[in-house]
């Protein structure tokens, strides 16, 4: 059982910058690749970013440009750097562990976050304009 558990969350003005952090309980690289979501107020949850085993990355339109994706060496530890906030990113984080090579489906199959097999209980983010 992988267990996920969230950090970094916290308030902060529009321009600013975060840095999200998923402590990992288990080695998940060869079995799944993970995964940021967000559920904003009044709004579905959406896939933000993820990260699979081989080092493939995807991101919303919405976040391209501003949110990194990564993992430290151990795979133990997911990261999500956020700059360049906006009050829209306002949400819940959720970290997720997904089926290997899920990556490119966050943005697509995998959006909602129905389908994914681990979550975290979230860390808040709140942006100020």
């Known amino acids: 059982q992988v267990q996920l558990v969230e950090s970094g969350g916290g308030s902060v003005q529009s321009g600013g910058s975060l840095r999200l952090s998923c402590a990992v309980s288990?080695?998940?690289?060869?079995?799944?690749?993970m995964a940021w979501f967000r559920q904003g107020p009044g709004k579905e949850r959406e896939g933000v970013a993820a990260?699979?085993?081989?080092?493939?990355?995807n991101y919303a339109d919405s976040v391209k440009g501003r949110f990194t994706v990564s993992q430290d060496n151990a795979e133990t530890t997911l990261y999500l750097q956020m700059n360049n906030l906006k009050p829209e990113d306002t949400a819940m984080y959720y970290c997720?562990?997904?089926?290997?090579?899920?990556?490119?489906?966050?943005?697509?199959?995998?959006?909602?976050?129905?389908?994914?097999?681990?979550w975290g209980k979230g860390t808040p983010v709140t942006i100020s304009s």
């Open positions: 997720a562990a997904g089926p290997p090579y899920c990556a490119l489906e966050i943005t697509t199959r995998l959006s909602t976050g129905y389908g994914m097999d681990y």
């Open positions: 288990e080695y998940t690289s060869s079995s799944h690749c």
């Open positions: 990260i699979d085993s081989d080092g493939t990355t």
